[in-house]
């Protein structure tokens, strides 16, 4: 078999993500894309000896770009689930929080999934929310391209509540005054995801996790951008 970890030697990793989830990832104004995941990549890419190369694309794509070999990584806030396992390798976990149901700050009683029956529910395509949300009974699921575009529909009126993750849920209460958490639901872990077939690259990044969680860095990655 062919090492994944010689042919990244050469070329680099290249990091693929969909800068739409602040803290986790995001265009700063000069349109670079920042965040935990990004500062975390690099850290890893470092202590691997390699450079990282991070590119942008939409989320529901970053699996098929993976299997395709377009990327050689995922860094974008994915939840590690059974489904995605069967499609890809995940490295250690670097995060676990809760989703929560965001709303308008006049519809608190959206508390539970229960009180959303009847009502059009926002996600973005292709996560873990938009499964969430098509789970729940008598909801309406609007999964948009972009999480930035379910929180616009939020506080412009076009959709009742969503469904993302805490730390998100926070970050879009600092940009949408009018939005609050009207309840919590399941935790979830997150991981970077290589190749099946790439165990050696896998095995180097977690490594590095742990190195990291040993010498306090990712403590403070965590501190800067998740707390
Ligand atoms: N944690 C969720 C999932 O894995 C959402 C991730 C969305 N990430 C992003 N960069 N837009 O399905």
């Not at 939840?79 to 890809?88: D, L, N, S, W």
């Not at 700050?105 to 873990?128: F, H, M």
């Not at 391209?145 to 929180?151: G, I, R, V």
Request: glycine share 8%; with cysteine; charged share 25%.
């Amino acid at each position: 078999a062919q090492s994944c970890m010689a042919n990244v030697k050469k070329s680099g990793l290249t990091v693929g993500t969909s800068p739409d989830y602040p803290p986790y990832e995001s265009l700063n104004d000069r349109n670079e894309i920042v965040g935990f995941d990004i500062d975390l990549m690099n850290a890893i890419g470092k202590k691997m000896g390699m450079k990282v190369k991070v590119v942008g694309q939409g989320f529901d794509g970053l699996i098929p770009a993976l299997i395709s070999k377009k990327i050689d990584v995922i860094a974008a806030g994915m939840t590690v689930t059974a489904e995605r396992k069967k499609a890809v390798n995940f490295t250690l976990p670097y995060d676990n929080s809760a989703n929560v149901i965001m709303a308008r700050k006049e519809n608190l009683k959206y508390g539970t999934a229960a009180s959303l029956a009847g009502r059009n529910v926002g996600s973005q395509i292709g996560t873990v929310q938009e499964q969430i949300v098509q789970g729940i009974k008598g909801a309406s699921s609007k999964a948009f391209n972009l999480y930035t575009d379910a929180a616009v529909a939020l506080q412009t009126r076009q959709i009742d509540a969503m469904v993302v993750d805490k730390t998100v849920a926070d970050q879009f209460l600092k940009t949408y005054p009018d939005l609050r958490i009207t309840g919590t639901l399941a935790r979830n872990a997150k991981a970077m995801a290589v190749r099946k077939d790439c165990g050696d690259v896998v095995n180097r990044m977690n490594a590095a996790i742990i190195e990291m969680r040993k010498s306090g860095e990712l403590a403070a990655l965590t501190k800067k951008w998740l707390k």
